[in-house]
């Protein structure tokens, strides 16, 4: 995704690389390429503005030393979040 | 029985063959039927082919199963890997959002080619066209298909929306007993399920070891034969100009009902003037309402999506604006010696606040935009868009007064 590229400094995504255990699985599951986990190594975040927020790598990190706040990035589901509270929205995905 | 009578040498011969292939939109194979012998009476046409020893009283076989599989836990069913023409009409609907929230397959277990004891179980959503997708790809390919229960959502939609889920995962393994068909502990799951699968924790919940597989189901065939490696370009989501093009049916469809009642309001507004109320007024202005719509449409839901990576930018609804602005232009410049500068100022303002909204939009549609960028430029692109459609009613409104 080098040709797209959105908007900068908005990622709630956060690695705790004390936590952390180098098992590399949010670099295999990440779509973006948001992480890097070198050999006997801790996961490095190389990528922020390339996080989409999906929420895999917090899913299958065993330690949870990552954490995001996940969602869906529609237009339609947030202003039903706005209007009818984040329970009851949903979009045409 | 006037419309069985056929001409008196052939009568009951094969005198419309085609007819009798046309039968069975099931795709039941066809088995040899006999002939009935010439000396019946006339019938008609001729009989189509008997029921598939596969049938079940109150189940209807599905066109893309082939055949069926014996295992430890029962028959299952083995899949086509090409798409007929019944696939190919339900893909279509789905695209022009027809009935496409409801295009779903049972779930459970299927498989494809002969499975053994050691094929690889490939996990998919219950989603008809994420299934089709992924036969397709399977042509000389052994393998079980593990449909889950996604409410008929595609792979990514349904791990946001947590239908393809940890817990699914473990349930219909669990299910479909698939500790006696396989003789192996191995999931292969697509990599875009991850946003709601745990892969520890379905391995701690029924035993199976997840292995995630590539994004897309066009590399799967690679991702087996190298002993299921991706490498960088399969985990790697992208955004290609068909891939983009694809969507812009449902996008439009999307628009249709809401439009109908903007235009309803706009044939309201179009006829108030001087005079009250005109309809000679709401009808002419109206229409210049409605060409407005349409090219703000296909400014914000064809034109963006398009030229995305082109556009400047990377907020979607400036991008949106952009295009709303040379489209409002134009249907200005159309329009304007009937409207009155007023009018046509109105025009564009009203196309760019359509073009800016479906754009932003499409967000939702696209394979990268984070929820947190969306919601920032929301709180931007929504006041402008808000302002734009005042804008418009009032210069719409000013230009019957101003005439």
Sequence with gaps: ?93 | MERSKQPEKSCCAPARPARDVAVGPTGLRMLPIAQPPQDEPCCGLPPGPPSSPFERPGYRLCGFVDDFIETANGAVPLVKTTLDSADNRGTFRARFNIGRNNYRVAPGLYGVGRPDREAPVLVTANYKLSFDSLRQELAGIDAWILVLDTRGINVWCAAGKKTFSTDEVINRVQAVGLAQVVGHRRLILPQLAATGVAAHRVRKGCGFEVVWGPIRAGDIGRFLESGLRADTGMRRVTFSLAERLILIPVEVSLTLKPALWVLLVAFFLSGIGPEVFSLRAAWQKGLAVFAASLVGIVAGALVVPGLLPWLPGRSFYLKGILTGLAGGVWVATVYVARTGPYGAAALIFYTVAVSSYLAMNFTGATPYTSPSGVEKEMRRGIPLQAVAVVLAVVAWLGSAFSG
């Design chain 1, 1 to 93: 995704m080098e040709t797209l590229r959105y908007l900068k400094n908005v990622s709630t995504l956060r690695l705790d690389q004390e936590t952390c255990i180098g098992c590399g699985m949010c670099s295999t599951v990440c779509p973006h390429g948001v992480f890097v986990v070198e050999e006997k190594s801790k996961a490095r975040i190389v990528d922020l503005d390339g996080c989409m927020e999906c929420g895999a790598c917090a899913a299958n990190c065993a330690v949870q030393a990552i954490t995001v706040t996940p969602g869906v990035g529609c237009a339609a589901y947030i202003i039903q979040s706005w209007l009818k509270g984040k329970a009851a929205a949903s979009c045409g995905c």
